[in-house]
């Protein structure tokens, strides 16, 4: 990426340099051998921003073609796989024309299983479901309607979490000594201040991937990703680094403490409503239908008219705000935060949910959630991943791979809402 895509001197031009200001880096600054990395990302980042092709690339080479994994709903294979997937996407289409009545009855059911599943143990393995169902909900805006690739999303989760846990954690309690309960409702408004502060932060790091496409996009945001991750491990004065922040309060409603997962269930539920209300609306407004036209072809949606650079900022400040909130509740829940939390085997797995369950569905992330969360449970009961529990990702590997051959576009494909761009809207968009 340093020296270019396509270009033999540029690769060996990159790794000397990369190599030389590691050394040097490492050598002379501060701190230098802790970040090292982040100080490579950093020039990689600055030279893309300059030169998006790389050193001795061509710019052509900086392009995504028109179209994405969401073009066609059609499914591979014969006989019972492609009976199986028809009657999915029956249903599919069937809930996403269902419009309210569907969704009511959605939430009556999601209530009732709070109310109904006597096992605390799979309530939290729900709750869980609901908190990466968000997640992969907040990078679906950025890849699935904006069609932009995004390996750094993981940061805008860290950011929320990591602000409220210093905030109740090292400031309020360990420096002003103020108890929780007295400030409860500095939770909930955390979830909103933690959601500004990513979607701040994620515009400042979304203009410089404005000019790139393709791999030289994907590569800047997984730098972005890294260099937060890099810096939360190394700055011990504020982050604690290694050793997390622990004893993180859980959330207070009116004074009373949120202890059981039923409460907790209750508490992701309502905040998943929130998300998915808000994404709803935006992805059905002129703002979503920009979002898609840049997603087919960007270089269409600009003769048109779409002021692209500005949609893509909204774009990513949407995703780093659902990031930020969920971050917030995220830490409350787990009453600990570590940089072992936002590694980027956590970005490719919320990525996952989302190719999983369908890109651009509302439906699809949690889909997508559900099948990881409760799989990885049920594959403990399998004696060799009792011996061998690591085995269970190679296992969902394989369904996955096995998804891509036979349903590229994800289980929930036909729930994909169709968006267009009217003619009268594009001269407000």
């Known amino acids: 990426m340093l020296g270019g895509i396509g270009s033999i001197p540029g690769a060996a031009l990159g790794g000397v340099l990369l190599g030389l200001i590691e050394a040097l880096g490492g050598g002379y600054m501060p701190d230098g051998s802790a970040y090292k990395d982040a100080i490579s990302f950093a020039i990689l980042i600055l030279l893309l921003f300059m030169r998006p092709q790389g ?89 699935g309607f904006a069609g932009l690739l995004d390996l750094g999303f993981v940061a805008f989760w860290a950011v929320g979490s990591y602000f409220t846990s210093i905030l109740f954690v090292l400031v309020l309690k360990q420096e002003f000594g103020i108890d929780a309960q007295s400030i409860w409702w500095l939770f909930y408004a955390n979830l909103v201040i933690g959601g500004l502060l990513s979607a701040f932060i994620a515009m400042i790091l979304g203009t410089p991937t404005l000019r790139l ?8 945001t997984l730098g972005f990703g890294e260099i937060v991750r890099i810096v939360a491990t190394n700055w011990i004065g504020l982050t604690r680094g290694p050793m997390g922040i622990p004893n993180v309060p859980a959330p207070f409603l009116f004074g009373l403490q949120v202890k059981s997962p039923t409460a907790f269930y209750f508490v992701a539920l309502a905040l998943t409503v929130v998300i998915l209300f808000a994404i709803s609306g935006l992805v059905r407004s002129y703002i979503g239908r920009a979002w898609v036209a840049i997603r087919e072809d960007e270089h269409a949606a600009e003769a048109m008219g779409v002021a692209t650079a500005r949609y893509k900022l909204y774009a990513y400040a949407v995703s780093g705000f659902v990031g930020g909130f969920v971050g917030v509740f995220y830490a409350h829940y787990q009453l600990f935060i570590s940089p072992l939390n936002f590694s980027l085997f956590e970005n490719i797995v919320i990525l996952m949910l989302v190719v999983l369950g369908g890109l651009g569905t509302f439906i699809g992330p949690f889909i997508g959630a559900l099948i990881w969360v409760v799989f990885l449970q049920l594959a403990l009961d399998i004696p060799l991943v009792q011996n061998f529990p690591e085995i269970r990702f190679a296992l969902l590997g394989v369904i996955l791979m096995c998804l891509m051959l036979f349903r590229p576009q994800g289980l929930a494909a036909t729930a994909r809402v169709k968006l267009t761009m009217p003619g009268a809207g594009m001269e407000r968009a």
Request: aromatic share 10%; hydrophobic share 55%.
């Open 55 to 143: 050193l001795l690339g061509r710019p052509e080479l900086n392009s995504a073609g028109a179209g994405s994994l969401l073009d066609g709903v059609g499914s591979a294979g014969k006989g019972a796989i492609h009976a199986l997937f028809g009657r999915m996407d029956a249903a599919f289409g069937w809930l996403a024309q269902g419009g309210w009545t569907i969704k009511f009855a959605a939430l009556a059911i999601a209530i009732l299983a709070g109310l109904l599943i006597p096992s605390d143990y799979w309530l939290r393995i729900l709750t869980m479901v609901l908190i990466y169902g968000m997640l992969a909900s907040g990078l679906n805006v950025i890849v």
């Open 213 to 220: 496409r393709g791999d030289y996009l994907a590569i800047m």
